[in-house]
Each structure stands twice: as C-alpha cells, then as structure tokens.
C-alpha cells in the first residue's frame, strides 16, 4: 500500500491572515495540522511553531525507528514531540506579552503500511471516507462536544450553538496537554481528511462525501472543499490534508492482467 497525499490551505472570506499552519513529511507518512489561537499574529506563531517543532522531532524518529516500531512505541513517540512542542509555545507565550495566552489545535496522522496513528488536541478533526461513508474518527476537544455528549444539544442544533468553537483543551495553554491518540485499519481506497474547523464548520458531512466520491484528481478535491467552505461565507481559515491509500502501481498492473485472461 502506498499513500499520496495533498494539502490546500486558505485564508477564507472574513480573515485578513491565516492561522493554519500545514506540513507533510511523504517519505515518512507524517501530517501534521494546526488551527492557531491568539493575539495579533500569536495564533500564527503558535500554530507555525506546533507543526516545525513536530515535524523537525517525529520524523526525524520515523526515519531512524517509525518503519519497525509498535503502536506503543509509535504512541510514546508521538506523545513526548508534541509535549515537546507543548512547551515551547507555553514558554514563549509566558515570555512575550504579545503572544500572551496562544495556542492551537492540532491533528497529526503518521500513515504507514495498513495502519495510521492519529493524535489530536482541540477541534480540528480527522474523517474517513471508506466506500461512500464519511466518519469523523476524531472527537473535538470543545464545549460544544461536552454538550452533545451529556445530551444537551443533539449534534444538529449544535450547529448553531452559542460558544460552538470554545476549546476545553489545546497546545500551548498549559505547561502539560493530553494528546489523544488513537490507532486505525487502512483498507485500499480510503480517503482520510484532516481539516480545521474552517471546513468542518462551513460544510456539511454529506457535501464533503460527495466531493470525495467524485472522480476528480486529490488535488481538486482539495481545493473542492476549500471552495464549498468559501461558498457558504468562509468565515474562517480553511486547511485541508487528504491521504488517500492505493495499491502500488506494480501490483495493480499484474492484477489488471491477471483479470484480462
């Protein structure tokens, strides 16, 4: 299994700059991707220090250990780089009164043979798209979730809740954050979609499956769903990554004439 990979980000109809910081490692099959909060510039700074740090330290570890190591290896990995990370945001903000109380969500994938360790803080989210479902494989670290599971607000009047986007936890706030992390299957054909809440709160799940069910090219999905953000008032920033798992070429061809016999 082979996975390509393409990133769109956008600084959306109502933003004078963009928050959201990207980064893609393909040798190692690390994405990371983060929503930046703050001051003048600090949501920024947060989130282009969170995704730098990350990359410069997990991939580095990928390329020495990642390809042989175990989901408890991976996990721990992946937990010290972005406490790593956790620090110094916290440290700068506590230094310089303009970056005083930054921070930003994140969501980091590492894609490797049949699997993808996911870990997220925050509201920015990670789906899958498998056959024609899209599911949301993430749960956002928000007020707005707290509510939905104690039975408060169904998910579709969450939509238009008051304080929807107030975060219970992200990178940067506090001298430590839990990284949660969760291990899931790859199956040939799947499309995995990171995004901020930029996309997620502008487009509705059955849009985003429609779009990925098309037969454009990844590229064009991407900037497909950055254009149904827009078009619905792109209130905000909007990142996406998608991944999608493929059969290498090689095998796909033996297949096909195996097939034509």
């Known amino acids: 299994m082979i996975y390509k990979i393409c990133t769109a980000t956008d600084t959306g109809l109502a933003r004078d700059t963009n928050e959201d910081a990207v980064v893609l490692d393909p040798l190692t099959g690390l994405c990371v991707l983060a929503d930046g909060m703050g001051g003048y510039k600090a ?14 330290d997990l991939s580095g570890w990928l390329s020495q250990a990642g ?5 408890i290896e991976l996990k721990r990995a992946m937990e010290i780089c972005v406490q790593n990370a956790n620090h110094s945001i916290f440290n700068a903000a506590r230094s310089n009164p303009e970056y005083s109380g930054m921070g930003t969500t994140l969501v980091v994938g590492v894609f490797q ?3 993808v360790m996911l870990g997220h803080i925050g509201d920015s989210r990670c789906y899958r798209f498998r056959g024609d479902a899209l599911v949301q494989i993430t749960k956002d ?31 940067g706030v506090q001298e430590t ?36 069910l098309g037969q454009a090219t990844l590229e064009r999905k991407s900037r497909q769903l950055i254009s149904a953000a827009n078009a619905n008032g792109g209130f905000d920033n ?3 990554v998608l991944v999608h ?7 796909r061809s033996l297949l096909s004439r195996l097939r034509s016999k």
């Open 113 to 115: 043979a049949g699997r």
């Open 238 to 240: 909007i990142s996406v």
């Open 67 to 71: 390809q042989h190591a175990n989901a």
């Open 141 to 171: 670290h928000s007020l707005r979730q707290e509510q939905i599971d104690a039975g408060l607000i169904t998910p579709e009047q969450s939509l238009t809740a008051a304080n929807k986007n107030l975060l219970t936890r992200a990178l």
């Open 245 to 251: 798992a493929v059969e290498p070429t090689a095998k």
């Open 177 to 212: 954050v839990f990284l949660d992390v969760t291990e899931h299957r790859v199956d040939t054909g799947d499309i995995y979609l990171m995004c901020s809440d930029g996309l997620s709160d502008m487009v509705r799940d059955h849009v985003m499956a429609n779009i990925l």
């Open 43 to 56: 949501g920024e700074i947060a989130s282009g220090m969170a995704t730098a740090f990350i990359k410069s």
